[in-house]
Structures are given as structure tokens and as C-alpha cells.
């Protein structure tokens, strides 16, 4: 088991992703498929996706957030990401952890993101 470093104080500690494993770059394209209906990007390049961990069992778990708490679609997105993901040939089970921390903020948009924006 791989050991990770304990989070400085006051820093939630949310595993790397595992970006290793054959089905990541397939689960990566499937939550670029998932689009915030407010915003014309997509979920990943908005930096909502936090962390994707993939077991032995092809078993991933999405650590992902909004960009508000109050998002009208904060109880339907985490469903979208799970179905996106769940149709990955080799997936076996999907599961789409909603967190508040850290709290999203633009600078954790992607590049593209921020030039679809207009912001660069």
C-alpha cells in the first residue's frame, strides 16, 4: 500500500490521483464529457474533478466539487460523472464524492478553460 504524506495543518488531505492505471486517461476523457450547464466548459478543465482513484478491481472513486454550494445542479452533477465514467469498457463499479475542501476558485481552471472564458 502506498503511503501518503501527512497534509500540512489546516490542508485536507485528499489522495493523488492514479494516473497510472490504464483506465485513467479513458475516465479523464469521460468526466470531459460532463459540462456545467451554466458554463460552456467541460467539469475537468474546470477544475472541479479533484481526484480519480482506480483499484486492481477497476473499481474508481471521483473526489470532485462545484464551483458554488448552491449550484443548481449540485444534486444531479455527481450522477452525470458517475454515468459518464460507468459506460468505460473495464470499469467495474463507479462511485462520485462530493467535497467542499478545498473550496474550488478559477485558478484551478485549466488553461483551455480560461481562454474559452476570455479570461486569458
Not at 27 to 42: L, W
Not at 56 to 84: I, K, S
Amino acid at each position: 500500500m502506498t503511503e501518503h504524506p501527512e497534509p500540512l495543518e489546516g490542508t485536507p488531505l485528499i489522495a493523488p490521483s492514479t494516473t497510472s492505471h490504464k483506465l485513467y486517461d479513458p475516465v479523464v476523457e469521460a468526466c470531459r464529457s460532463v459540462f456545467d450547464p451554466e458554463i460552456p466548459v467541460n467539469i475537468y478543465d474546470l477544475g472541479l474533478i479533484y481526484t480519480i482513484t482506480i483499484d486492481h478491481d477497476c473499481d474508481v472513486h471521483v473526489v470532485m466539487t462545484l464551483t458554488a454550494p448552491g449550484c443548481p445542479v449540485a444534486g444531479d452533477m455527481p450522477g452525470w460523472v458517475q454515468d459518464a465514467v460507468s459506460t468505460i469498457e473495464g470499469v467495474r463499479h463507479v462511485t462520485v464524492e462530493l467535497t467542499w475542501e478545498p473550496q474550488w476558485g478559477m485558478d484551478m481552471m485549466s488553461d483551455e478553460a480560461r481562454l474559452e472564458l476570455g479570461f486569458m
